[in-house]
């Protein structure tokens, strides 16, 4: 049987270290900083009057959650040139995931017409960026809808469920969690996975990177993202009850 070994002695189904510090910066709505690992992402929120201009011609009921990436220039080993005017096609991507994964979280008619932008910086990166942001920033829009329904205004049963996400990948035929950069790399399967406390699938993003895996790997991975967003989802728990 092959035997995995991992930066740290990690097992294949232990999460690197975690700490979310609430109130990381003072001015946004809400604000969160998460670390996995190496990894550092900073996640603040501004609450905006107002909705998207295709909200208003729908004539839709409720509020809108929205979200930007971005990876700071000095985030990886070497600069990469800071994103001026068009975010790159990455940043776009992921951005759209980060979005349509927390807005899960939330009953949107249930919110005043308001805006929440979820701002994800890279502040350091080794792996799992995308599904850092989607961790931090649900404990950062709770945070931010939380202090929204203590000025006064009526959030009651904006709440559906907490949500996270976790990267899972295959190295030498095994399903590993949390990939740092270094294990990503190596990687025959990279799979991001995110899922609410109920173990209900919200967004899979994956591929095979070198050869095809079969749909019991992946039935394995999903089973360890599972187990792994609820330690996840209890972390969350843990930062909120701090505020």
Not at 71 to 83: F, G
Request: negative net charge; aromatic residues 4%; hydrophobic residues 40%.
């Amino acid at each position: 049987m092959t035997t995995i070994v991992r930066h740290g002695g990690r097992a294949v189904d232990e999460l690197r270290p975690i700490s979310i510090t609430p109130g990381y910066i003072d001015y946004p709505e809400g604000s969160v900083l998460l670390e996995l690992g190496d990894t550092r992402v900073l996640c603040n929120v501004t609450i905006e009057k107002g909705v998207p201009k295709w909200m208003k011609a729908r004539d839709a009921q409720g509020g809108w959650i929205t979200a930007e990436y971005a990876m700071l220039p000095r985030a990886t080993q070497e600069r990469t040139a800071r994103e001026v005017g068009k975010p790159r096609a990455r940043s776009q991507e992921i951005r759209r995931m980060i979005g349509r994964s927390l807005r899960a979280g939330f009953n949107l008619e249930e919110l005043p017409p308001i805006t929440c932008i979820v701002d994800c910086d890279v502040l350091q990166a080794d792996g799992g960026t995308r599904t850092a942001a989607v961790t931090g920033g649900y404990v950062a829009l709770a945070i931010a809808l939380n202090s929204l329904s203590t000025a006064g205004d009526p959030v009651g049963g904006i709440f559906k469920s907490p949500v996270a996400a976790v990267s899972i990948g295959l190295l030498d035929g095994i399903p590993i969690v949390d990939l740092d950069y270094a294990e990503d790399s190596a990687a025959e399967a990279d799979v991001n996975i995110v899922m609410n406390e109920q173990g209900e699938l919200i967004e899979i993003q994956g591929t095979a990177e070198r050869e095809p895996f079969t749909t019991d790997s992946l039935q394995q991975m999903l089973h360890l993202a599972n187990s792994s967003i609820g330690q996840l989802i209890r972390s969350q728990r843990l930062a909120l009850e701090e505020q």
